[in-house]
């Protein structure tokens, strides 16, 4: 076998940076010179070859991550292209699963970026090896016009302020990328990152000096590191290659006449020495573009660069009349843009079997044994074997066979290579896919083992346990066999027999097994590797139906191979019956519908607008008013309701979470399901998982408490937060929400006759804020107690019931809570006789459903009362707009209700940035509505950042003289955001709404004819026929047979004889 199959001279990377850098850009030049010659030199940064879908062409961005495998030097690079913009982010989350290290990329002119944020938290969370390349630089000197040292400072704090976020990914110290780019420093200035590199930080990642940041233009195909620079200077400057590259980088400074290297204090006073690399590496490539692109330019110097450096460049391209081609043709010749970007990969990246003994602890996390798992001892030790085949990248064909898929993609029929490893024609037909003419690949690398054409293999989901058997996980677990293996080339496929650890493959016969992702092995002892993180979730929400009724199962059948196509669309039938498809934002959806309409249903569907998801929360209020209450009877805050026949009475409380708190539970809720379901993970050089987690929900509590002015309230809080953290009996809803379902506080007991209903602390006891609870049942009590007692044990998971129903849809507009507590105590009284309980169960129905429901109405009923409020999405918005459309953009930001976090001028760029928030509901068709206003000049881009409560109280109706005077009487039309929300929201799902068509009906009737109300009027229905509308004196009345509330809108009116009428 050929040296480069060798692991050891394998590498897997990919390319990750802010839409629109120049990933793919680079990825030609990488192509061109190593790829086989499926590129022409020519042609590379214009072709942008991995975008080979057509959508991708037409909009110039690249919509999924693809790979290409390439030759250099005896080694075999597989390059995986990913996509920048913010709605394809789960594609850099399967392109960095499946590689080890990640080419970075940073646009030189525009600095870093949102995305660039997303990507090093992607690479960090993943356990890439990145490396940093700086993109663009001839943007610097041909459009900038940047002196050689103002683009050092720009390089300088480029550099500083990538590694700025690294180490803060390291150190945890940001939740998510919006943290860490509001975090950002504004306003520093270059000397100030210079007298920070002074103090030589070895903590740093990326450090030019060492050789892992490269200054590329991807465009012209020319980069170079700093070594290449050294090795030519060493000679001249008579120093070692070694000195000159750490001397290369930061404050240090060449003095020709003692020939020393000196640090900026040993600079002779009044000194106007430049900076080595400025003076060494910047000056000279400045001077060559000088030279060609002046009309004036020196052009013996282009032929001096030729001729001391040996380049061959054709006289045939010298002569071109276009200077731009000319410099092209000399500096690619020069520093050639692939040997900078691929040894420098070969030198700084792992080959996988490194890689993959310290990504171990990320792709296979060490696994807690519980105690009753230790008659199993065989499985865990072959799981063992496996694990540690992974870690060592054992290629051996004898050792177990593991591969990982990030995830599948379609590809059309007659895309697939029509002849087989051996030359023979295959029949390409994918089997259960009925007629459709799309083949599903699966995008995989191999860990361990040799996997080969037939082989049979176990396909693993990610909730697969070897140490369980029985039904339950045989869902898990399939067995399938690989019908062929393909090596990518973009969109080519080469076939091959087989592929060893290492090596990243397409590989066919899966479509049937696989929905998104999987792990594969030969054995079923082993453990499924860990889920991929994404950045956002699919969010924006679309209902679709086909234009022609008859054209239904086809569109069945597109949602399910369109749902397998694609890793991050959510298809599902909401509870109305629409199919509900959700993508990641607008570019996603847009191109999800046209695959939809072309390639998988092939017909016309009709869309609806957005649904918007919101929550719905309380108004916040002081915690000190709940430490009063003891005993949640007598209580004015609490809602009590009783079950129809009269037996069991629930108490509901409300508190409001903190914020962070709720923010916090949000976020953990993978890791909160997990710790629940009592399968703690252990990373393994990590604090374990359910500590940290305790730790932090402790910070977020303290975080509320440190807010109390008073010291001594703040002791106060302390307890009582102690006192409630150690009751969480669950979360909701889903039983992972940020809600939680909080014991009565232990001092209330059954009073009376009645039995209360005795929840136990289980989340508290899963988080370890409390230790196991003791059933402490001391008192022996009549048997008519105890059975009472026993009834009351059934009814918890009606108590559980009914709080998990209620926090999944709130009382506003059957949207999930958010941030609630509910104590909740129900206690139930015996039957009064024998023959009422044979009675009341025929009457009333199950008792333990009248429970549940009491419940629930109790929860919604207690948030009604304590001022509800709805919470929306917001979207982190990042734009960039040059000053003089600066008017504009604000105009359209004010229209979408957004806020403004921060404004800034580009330090060297005519582009000002601005942050803001723009809430979910008013996102749509922001970015398109912003570049129509601003000529194309601006663009924005949109990360979902947290939840808000909007602070409008919905059910607001001026009632005061003040407020009458500040928000009128409500005749003329008060904009109640909250309640037109809440209404929208309503009116989709079908509820009721309280909606006054006509508010005054007797102020604008003296406007209109008075008499004979209902006579000429004009009768409008609408297409279901449902609802039925009556139109008169330019005004639209609104008839509904199921809302009484509708009549109030013409109360003086004679509603019956209009109804005559009609
Ligand atoms: N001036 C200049 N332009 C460049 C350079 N590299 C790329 N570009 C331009 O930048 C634009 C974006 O390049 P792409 O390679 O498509 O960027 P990308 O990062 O792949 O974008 P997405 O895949 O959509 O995230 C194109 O117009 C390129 O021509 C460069 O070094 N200099
Ligand atoms: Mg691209």
Same mark, same amino acid.
């Given at each position: 076998?050929?040296?480069?199959?060798?692991?050891?001279?394998?590498?897997?990377?990919?390319?990750?940076?802010?839409?629109? *850098?120049?990933?793919?850009?680079?990825?030609?030049?990488?192509?061109?010179?190593?790829?086989?010659?499926?590129?022409?030199?020519?042609?590379?940064?214009?072709?942008?070859?991995?975008?080979?879908?057509?959508?991708?062409?037409?909009?110039?961005?690249?919509?999924?991550?693809?790979?290409?495998?390439?030759?250099?030097?005896?080694?075999?690079?597989?390059?995986?292209?990913?996509?920048?913009?913010?709605?394809?982010?789960?594609?850099?989350?399967?392109?960095?699963?499946?590689?080890?290290?990640?080419?970075?990329?940073?646009?030189?002119?525009?600095?870093?970026?949102?995305?660039? *944020?997303?990507?090093?938290?992607?690479?960090?969370?993943?356990?890439?090896?990145?490396?940093?390349?700086?993109?663009?630089?001839?943007?610097?000197?041909?459009?900038?016009?940047?002196?050689?040292?103002?683009?050092?400072?720009?390089?300088?704090?480029?550099?500083?302020?990538?590694?700025?976020?690294?180490?803060?990914?390291?150190?945890?110290?940001?939740?998510?990328?919006?943290?860490?780019?509001?975090?950002?420093?504004?306003?520093?200035?270059?000397?100030?990152?210079?007298?920070?590199?002074?103090?030589?930080?070895?903590?740093?990642?990326?450090?030019?000096?060492?050789?892992?940041?490269?200054?590329?233009?991807?465009?012209?195909?020319?980069?170079?590191?700093?070594?290449?620079?050294?090795?030519?200077?060493?000679?001249?400057?008579?120093?070692?290659?070694?000195?000159?590259?750490?001397?290369?980088?930061?404050?240090?400074?060449?003095?020709?006449?003692?020939?020393?290297?000196?640090?900026?204090?040993?600079?002779?006073?009044?000194?106007?020495?430049?900076?080595?690399?400025?003076?060494?590496?910047?000056?000279?490539?400045?001077?060559?573009?000088?030279?060609?692109?002046?009309?004036?330019?020196?052009?013996?110097?282009?032929?001096?660069?030729?001729?001391?450096?040996?380049?061959?460049?054709?006289?045939?391209?010298?002569?071109?009349?276009?200077?731009?081609?000319?410099?092209?043709?000399?500096?690619?010749?020069?520093?050639?843009?692939?040997?900078?970007?691929?040894?420098?990969?070969?030198?700084?990246?792992?080959?996988?079997?490194?890689?993959?003994?310290?990504?171990?602890?990320?792709?296979?996390?060490?696994?807690?044994?519980?105690?009753?798992?230790?008659?199993?001892?065989?499985?865990?030790?072959?799981?063992?074997?496996?694990?540690?085949?992974?870690?060592?990248?054992?290629?051996?064909? #004898?050792?177990?066979?593991?591969?990982?898929?990030?995830?599948?993609?379609?590809?059309?029929?007659?895309?697939?290579?029509?002849?087989?490893?051996?030359?023979?024609?295959?029949?390409?037909?994918?089997?259960?896919?009925?007629?459709?003419?799309?083949?599903?690949?699966?995008?995989?690398?191999?860990?361990?083992?040799?996997?080969?054409?037939?082989?049979?293999?176990?396909?693993?989901?990610?909730?697969?346990?070897?140490?369980?058997?029985?039904?339950?996980?045989?869902?898990?677990?399939?067995?399938?066999?690989? *019908?062929?293996?393909?090596?990518?080339?973009?969109?080519?496929?080469?076939?091959?027999?087989?592929?060893?650890?290492?090596?990243?493959?397409?590989?066919?016969?899966?479509?049937?097994?696989?929905?998104?992702?999987?792990?594969?092995?030969?054995?079923?002892?082993?453990?499924?590797?860990?889920?991929?993180?994404?950045?956002?979730?699919?969010?924006?929400?679309?209902?679709?139906?086909?234009?022609?009724?008859?054209?239904?199962?086809?569109?069945?059948?597109?949602?399910?191979?369109?749902?397998?196509?694609?890793?991050?669309?959510?298809?599902?039938?909401?509870?109305?019956?629409?199919?509900?498809?959700?993508?990641?934002?607008?570019?996603?959806?847009?191109?999800?519908?046209?695959?939809?309409?072309?390639?998988?249903?092939?017909?016309?569907?009709?869309?609806?607008?957005?649904?918007?998801?919101?929550?719905?929360?309380?108004?916040?209020?002081?915690?000190?008013?709940?430490?009063?209450?003891?005993?949640?009877?007598?209580?004015?805050?609490?809602?009590?309701?009783?079950?129809?026949?009269?037996?069991?009475?629930?108490?509901?409380?409300?508190?409001?979470?903190?914020?962070?708190?709720?923010?916090?539970?949000?976020?953990?809720?993978?890791?909160?399901?997990?710790?629940?379901?009592?399968?703690?993970?252990?990373?393994?050089?990590?604090?374990?998982?359910?500590?940290?987690?305790?730790?932090?929900?402790?910070?977020?509590?303290?975080?509320?408490?440190?807010?109390?002015?008073?010291?001594?309230?703040?002791?106060?809080?302390?307890?009582?937060?102690?006192?409630?953290?150690?009751?969480?009996?669950?979360?909701?809803?889903?039983?992972?929400?940020?809600?939680?379902?909080?014991?009565?506080?232990?001092?209330?007991?059954?009073?009376?006759?009645?039995?209360?209903?005795?929840?136990?602390?289980?989340?508290?006891?899963?988080?370890?804020?409390?230790?196991?609870? #003791?059933?402490?049942?001391?008192?022996?009590?009549?048997?008519?107690?105890?059975?009472?007692?026993?009834?009351?044990?059934?009814?918890?998971?009606?108590?559980?019931?009914?709080?998990?129903?209620?926090?999944?849809?709130?009382?506003?507009?059957?949207?999930?809570?958010?941030?609630?507590?509910?104590?909740?105590?129900?206690?139930?009284?015996?039957?009064?006789?024998?023959?009422?309980?044979?009675?009341?169960?025929?009457?009333?129905?199950?008792?333990?459903?009248?429970?549940?429901?009491?419940?629930?109405?109790?929860?919604?009923?207690?948030?009604?009362?304590?001022?509800?409020?709805?919470?929306?999405?917001?979207?982190?918005?990042?734009?960039?707009?040059?000053?003089?459309?600066?008017?504009?953009?604000?105009?359209?930001?004010?229209?979408?209700?957004?806020?403004?976090?921060?404004?800034?001028?580009?330090?060297?760029?005519?582009?000002?940035?601005?942050?803001?928030?723009?809430?979910?509901?008013?996102?749509?068709?922001?970015?398109?509505?912003?570049?129509?206003?601003?000529?194309?000049?601006?663009?924005?881009?949109?990360?979902?950042?947290?939840? #808000?409560?909007?602070?409008?109280?919905?059910?607001?109706?001026?009632?005061?003289?003040?407020?009458?005077?500040?928000?009128?009487?409500?005749?003329?039309?008060?904009?109640?955001?909250?309640?037109?929300?809440?209404?929208?929201?309503?009116?989709?799902?079908?509820?009721?709404?309280?909606?006054?068509?006509?508010?005054?009906?007797?102020?604008?009737?003296?406007?209109?004819?008075?008499?004979?109300?209902?006579?000429?009027?004009?009768?409008?229905?609408?297409?279901?026929?449902?609802?039925?509308?009556?139109?008169?004196?330019?005004?639209?009345?609104?008839?509904?047979?199921?809302?009484?509330?509708?009549?109030?809108?013409?109360?003086?009116?004679?509603?019956?004889?209009?109804?005559?009428?009609?």
């Amino acid at each position: 076998m050929a040296d480069s199959h060798d692991p050891k001279n394998i590498r897997n990377i990919c390319i990750l940076a802010h839409v629109d *850098h120049g990933k793919t850009t680079l990825a030609d030049h990488l192509i061109a010179s190593s790829g086989g010659g499926v590129l022409h030199p020519k042609q590379a940064g214009r072709l942008r070859f991995m975008d080979y879908l057509d959508e991708e062409q037409r909009r110039a961005i690249t919509m999924k991550s693809s790979s290409i495998a390439l030759q250099y030097k005896n080694h075999s690079i597989n390059l995986i292209d990913s996509p920048g913009h913010m709605d394809f982010c789960s594609e850099v989350s399967t392109a960095s699963r499946l590689s080890d290290g990640g080419l970075v990329l940073v646009d030189a002119v525009e600095g870093v970026h949102i995305q660039t *944020h997303a990507v090093l938290r992607q690479a960090w969370i993943e356990k890439l090896t990145p490396c940093l390349v700086l993109n663009k630089i001839d943007r610097l000197i041909v459009e900038l016009k940047l002196s050689p040292l103002e683009a050092y400072n720009r390089l300088l704090r480029i550099v500083h302020e990538v590694n700025g976020i690294v180490s803060a990914y390291k150190s945890e110290k940001y939740l998510s990328d919006v943290d860490s780019i509001l975090a950002r420093p504004v306003g520093e200035t270059g000397d100030e990152y210079q007298e920070l590199l002074d103090d030589d930080d070895e903590e740093d990642t990326f450090q030019p000096q060492k050789g892992n940041v490269v200054f590329v233009c991807a465009l012209d195909g020319w980069g170079f590191g700093i070594c290449e620079f050294a090795e030519f200077y060493a000679s001249k400057l008579g120093a070692s290659v070694a000195v000159l590259q750490k001397a290369f980088w930061g404050p240090r400074y060449f003095v020709p006449k003692t020939k020393r290297i000196v640090g900026k204090k040993g600079l002779p006073a009044g000194s106007k020495a430049r900076p080595m690399f400025v003076q060494f590496v910047l000056e000279p490539l400045w001077q060559v573009y000088e030279a060609a692109l002046d009309t004036n330019g020196d052009k013996t110097i282009l032929e001096k660069l030729i001729k001391s450096f040996n380049l061959s460049v054709p006289p045939r391209e010298l002569q071109n009349k276009d200077p731009k081609s000319v410099l092209q043709s000399v500096v690619s010749r020069w520093l050639p843009l692939s040997d900078a970007i691929l040894s420098m990969v070969i030198k700084h990246m792992p080959d996988p079997g490194t890689a993959q003994a310290f990504r171990l602890s990320r792709l296979l996390p060490k696994r807690e044994i519980l105690d009753d798992d230790v008659g199993k001892s065989d499985v865990i030790a072959e799981a063992e074997l496996v694990r540690k085949s992974v870690e060592a990248c054992d290629s051996r064909p #004898e050792a177990p066979c593991v591969a990982f898929v990030s995830k599948m993609f379609a590809v059309p029929m007659k895309m697939l290579p029509q002849r087989d490893v051996n030359g023979g024609i295959v029949n390409n037909i994918e089997v259960g896919n009925g007629d459709s003419d799309e083949c599903f690949l699966a995008f995989a690398r191999i860990f361990s083992g040799v996997i080969h054409l037939g082989q049979k293999v176990f396909v693993l989901s990610a909730l697969y346990d070897p140490l369980k058997t029985g039904d339950s996980v045989q869902k898990h677990i399939q067995e399938a066999e690989l *019908h062929s293996l393909y090596l990518m080339m973009g969109q080519g496929l080469t076939p091959v027999a087989s592929a060893r650890a290492g090596n990243i493959v397409a590989i066919r016969g899966l479509g049937q097994h696989i929905l998104k992702s999987a792990t594969l092995s030969s054995t079923k002892n082993c453990w499924p590797f860990s889920s991929m993180t994404f950045q956002v979730s699919p969010t924006l929400k679309v209902a679709i139906e086909p234009s022609d009724p008859v054209d239904m199962g086809a569109l069945m059948k597109g949602l399910r191979l369109l749902n397998r196509a694609d890793p991050f669309v959510e298809v599902s039938v909401s509870a109305r019956g629409e199919h509900v498809l959700a993508a990641a934002g607008e570019v996603h959806l847009e191109r999800c519908i046209k695959d939809l309409k072309e390639r998988f249903a092939k017909v016309n569907l009709e869309i609806s607008p957005p649904l918007v998801s919101f929550r719905e929360t309380i108004e916040g209020e002081s915690l000190n008013s709940f430490d009063k209450f003891k005993s949640l009877t007598g209580n004015s805050n609490v809602i009590e309701k009783t079950t129809p026949n009269g037996r069991c009475t629930v108490r509901v409380h409300i508190l409001k979470l903190p914020d962070a708190l709720t923010k916090l539970l949000d976020e953990s809720s993978d890791l909160l399901e997990d710790i629940i379901a009592g399968k703690a993970i252990r990373a393994q050089d990590d604090e374990h998982p359910v500590e940290s987690l305790r730790k932090r929900i402790w910070d977020a509590v303290e975080s509320e408490i440190s807010d109390t002015n008073a010291e001594k309230d703040k002791e106060k809080l302390k307890l009582l937060w102690e006192n409630l953290l150690k009751r969480i009996w669950a979360l909701g809803p889903r039983q992972i929400g940020p809600n939680m379902l909080l014991l009565p506080d232990s001092t209330t007991d059954d009073n009376g006759s009645s039995v209360l209903i005795k929840g136990s602390p289980y989340v508290s006891e899963r988080l370890g804020f409390v230790s196991s609870s #003791e059933e402490s049942e001391t008192e022996t009590t009549s048997a008519e107690t105890r059975s009472l007692k026993e009834e009351a044990d059934s009814l918890r998971s009606s108590v559980l019931s009914g709080f998990q129903v209620a926090t999944g849809s709130g009382p506003l507009c059957d949207e999930p809570m958010w941030g609630l507590a509910f104590v909740i105590e129900a206690s139930i009284s015996p039957y009064d006789s024998e023959s009422e309980a044979v009675n009341q169960s025929d009457q009333y129905g199950v008792f333990s459903g009248q429970v549940m429901t009491a419940v629930k109405e109790a929860c919604k009923a207690g948030v009604l009362q304590k001022n509800p409020r709805i919470v929306e999405g917001m979207y982190f918005c990042e734009l960039n707009t040059p000053t003089e459309y600066l008017g504009p953009m604000y105009a359209v930001l004010a229209r979408r209700r957004a806020r403004i976090l921060k404004e800034e001028m580009q330090e060297g760029s005519p582009l000002f940035t601005v942050h803001a928030y723009v809430p979910v509901a008013e996102s749509f068709g922001f970015p398109d509505e912003l570049r129509r206003w601003t000529s194309g000049a601006s663009s924005a881009l949109l990360v979902l950042s947290h939840w #808000e409560a909007l602070p409008e109280d919905p059910f607001f109706v001026p009632k005061t003289e003040e407020e009458k005077e500040e928000f009128g009487d409500g005749s003329s039309v008060l904009q109640n955001t909250a309640r037109k929300l809440i209404d929208g929201v309503r009116r989709r799902k079908g509820l009721a709404v309280e909606e006054k068509v006509v508010q005054f009906a007797t102020k604008q009737r003296t406007l209109a004819r008075k008499k004979h109300y209902w006579t000429n009027f004009t009768q409008v229905k609408t297409e279901n026929e449902q609802e039925l509308f009556i139109y008169q004196w330019g005004l639209l009345f609104r008839l509904n047979r199921l809302c009484v509330c509708r009549y109030e809108i013409v109360n003086d009116l004679d509603v019956t004889r209009c109804r005559d009428n009609i």
